[in-house]
Structures are given as C-alpha cells and as structure tokens.
T-cell receptor
Framework: DAKTTQPNSMESNEEEPVHLPCNHS???????IHWYRQLPSQGPEYVIH???SNVNNRMASLAIAEDRKSSTLILHRATLRDAAVYYC????????????FGKGITLSVRP | EAGVAQSPRYKIIEKRQSVAFWCNPI?????LYWYQQILGQGPKLLIQ????????DSQLPKDRFSAERLKGVDSTLKIQPAKLEDSAVYLC?????????????FGNGTRLTVT
C-alpha cells in the first residue's frame, strides 16, 4: 500500500486558518486521499476525501496537488475544538479497500 | 442517527484472564471493523466483517483473539488469555458498504489495561 508522510506536530492560533500537509509520492491512480481526525479520548472521525479535484465540506477543504503527490487539509478558522490528531490516509478504490492509519499529525490550537 | 455503541468503556484485567468487548454498529451498516490502538500509535485493523462473514482477519492474533458477528448486526471481540501487550484501546467502526468511498464511523472505544 502507498504510504503517506506527515509532520509529527503543528501549532496554530485560534480563529486563524490551518494548513496541514501530507506527502504521498507513491500514490497510485486508484488511491483516494482521506482525512480523519481523532479528538482526545474519542474514536477517529471522518473529515473529507478526494481523488483529483479540490473538495470542500462543512468541516474543511482538501487541496490536492496537480501531480497528486501531496495534499493539504485546510481548516478555515481553527477553534480549540479542532485540537486533535489528523490522519492522512490513502484508500484504494474498490470493494473491501482498507483504511490503514499512520501516526498522524498532532494539531495544537492556542487561544 | 445514533452512532456506533461500544461497551464497556474501560476494563482492567490481569494477564492470562479473558475479556470481551461488545459493539453495536449504526443501523443498516453492513460492514463492521475492529481496530486496536496502542498508546501513541494510529489504529490498526484487526478484523473486518461484511454482514456476518469475515472479509479480512489477516492481522488478528488468532491464537488469542476471536471475533464474531453472528446475526450480521452487533459484534463481540474476545481475548483469551490476555497479555500485557494487549493493553490498548479497542475501536469498533462501521460503514454502509465495504469499499470506497463509504466513510467509516467509529465508536469511542474500550480502553483495556492488562496488569
């Protein structure tokens, strides 16, 4: 399975935008880019996913590089509640495709 | 909609004892997953069910771990006998269908401490 690389941690200020990077240089054409986040003492929570085009939803935006070797999760206005571990995961198209978690990036939000 | 329900929330046992965890997925979700999350690491898939059949159990330590989903709804994960290294959070997740792009919905997990 293709792997992703994320920084270990990042800090941001409350009410400012946050850009969380993810590298996936060995991505294949059938891999979707997924983001999940895990708040303290909770299970992971789906955030967003995309294939080639940028995607927006109520939680975040996903910007995908033209060559698809990297992507960025954008939180438009960070809140204290956004402090969590964010996982960037490649998930292959097709039935029974796995969701394999790495270590993720720990986001801290300063008030 | 109600989320994925797991119980118990916490469990402390001694090594060599047995333990069982229960999961009730979101209604209508055919696919159910059990993950193990050791402190400081991302979750690791143990087993995946499609209805009441096993799709993937390649990372389940079958000498001590077992799981079932008899009626294709709720599921139990059992460890017998437990080892110290089994201390972890056990997460259950469900999805509407097994593949892309159906997202996984996770419960809040059972935190197991083996002493």
């Amino acid at each position: 399975d293709a792997k992703t690389t994320q920084p270990n941690s990042m800090e941001s200020n409350e009410e400012e935008p946050v850009h969380l990077p993810c590298n996936h240089s060995t991505i294949s054409g059938t891999d979707y880019i997924h983001w999940y986040r895990q708040l303290p003492s909770q299970g992971p929570e789906y955030v967003i996913h995309g294939l080639t085009s940028n995607v927006n939803n109520r939680m975040a935006s996903l910007a995908i590089a033209e060559d698809r070797k990297s992507s960025t999760l954008i939180l438009h206005r960070a809140t204290l509640r956004d402090a969590a571990v964010y996982y960037c995961i490649l998930r292959r198209a097709g039935a029974n495709s796995k969701l394999t978690f790495g270590k993720g990036i720990t986001l801290s939000v300063r008030p | 909609e109600a989320g994925v329900a797991q119980s118990p929330r916490y469990k402390i046992i001694e090594k060599r004892q047995s333990v069982a965890f229960w999961c009730n997925p979101i209604s209508g979700h055919a696919t159910l997953y059990w993950y193990q999350q050791i402190l400081g690491q991302g979750p690791k898939l143990l087993i995946q069910f499609q209805n009441n059949g096993v799709v993937d159990d390649s990372q389940l330590p079958k000498d001590r771990f077992s799981a079932e989903r008899l009626k294709g709804v709720d599921s139990t994960l059992k460890i017998q006998p437990a080892k110290l290294e089994d201390s972890a959070v056990y997460l259950c997740a469900s999805s509407l269908s097994p593949g892309q792009p159906s997202p996984l919905h996770f419960g809040n997990g059972t935190r197991l401490t083996v002493t």
